[in-house]
């Protein structure tokens, strides 16, 4: 199963962007053993709308078109919060399902369209705090590798 990441806007340069690099390669590299192929991280311009509402259904909009045929993951703060082995069952779940690809879709600061998030299999939340792009980024990506280690019975993961 393929698996990419959606973000709305782009990320700096820096120490954010580094560390985030670090999990998604390590993530390409283990992943494919156990079914999980990395399709990288695409970014999506902020929408320049008026309002809110419409930053939103726009950015939604770019979300969903590229969702098509993926199952659709959205990081939210007011999503469900999982522990990494539930993060990990749930991924595989839908490869073993068959599922060809999964997408993680990263909102713009305005949150996700109230549309798109019917569409998706899981709204996701890593905690309830307010956290920057940029790091959700780096989480997500730590998360991802994570999960492949679980998934393949490597000691990284540690209860």
């Given amino acids: 199963m393929r698996i990419g ?7 700096k340069a820096g120490p954010e962007r580094d560390l985030a690099a670090r999990y998604f390669d390590r993530f390409a590299k283990a992943g494919p ?8 991280v695409a970014e999506i311009a902020e ?3 008026q309002t809110a509402a419409l930053r939103k259904q726009e950015e939604g909009r770019a979300l969903g078109a590229a969702s098509q045929g993926s199952a659709l993951i959205l990081l939210d703060e007011t999503g469900k ?3 990494s082995e539930a993060f990990a069952a ?12 999964l997408l993680f879709a990263i ?9 798109l998030r019917k569409t998706a299999s899981l709204v996701l939340s890593f905690g309830a ?28 993961h540690r209860a």
């Fill in 5 to 11: 990441v959606h973000a709305v806007g782009r990320m």
């Fill in 33 to 40: 053993a156990i079914g999980l192929e990395w399709a990288g």
């Fill in 47 to 49: 929408s320049r709308a």
């Fill in 81 to 83: 919060s999982i522990g």
């Fill in 90 to 101: 749930r991924i595989g779940e839908l490869r073993d399902g068959g599922a060809r690809s």
């Fill in 107 to 115: 909102g713009g600061a305005d949150g996700h369209d109230p549309d």
């Fill in 129 to 156: 705090m307010t956290w920057p792009h940029q790091i959700v980024r780096v989480m997500l990506a730590e998360q991802l590798y994570r999960a492949a280690t679980i998934l393949s019975g490597h000691p990284y």
